[in-house]
């Protein structure tokens, strides 16, 4: 994610990584990657729904202080 990140903010025109280079690649990243518990699987759950709860988690830093 990190490296995919660095790519994203490179062809932007950018030498540092923005918090949205990082939400553009999250779910590429991880979706494919969440391993369900059977209970999750048998209500439904989507790996995606579960990335977008970690994402939305974590506050968007700024630069306000």
């Known amino acids: ?3 995919a990140s660095r790519a994203r ?3 932007s025109g950018r030498d540092y ?6 939400h553009a690649v999250v779910h590429p990243a991880l979706d494919h990657r969440i391993v369900l518990t059977t209970e ?10 579960v990335v ?3 994402v939305n988690s ?8």
């Open 40 to 49: 999750a699987d048998v209500r439904g759950v989507d790996p995606r729904t």
């Open 52 to 54: 977008e709860g970690a």
């Open 9 to 11: 903010a490179v062809v």
């Open 58 to 65: 974590v506050p968007m830093p700024s630069m306000d202080r």
């Open 17 to 22: 990584v923005a918090p949205e280079d990082i």
């Open 1 to 3: 994610m990190f490296e």
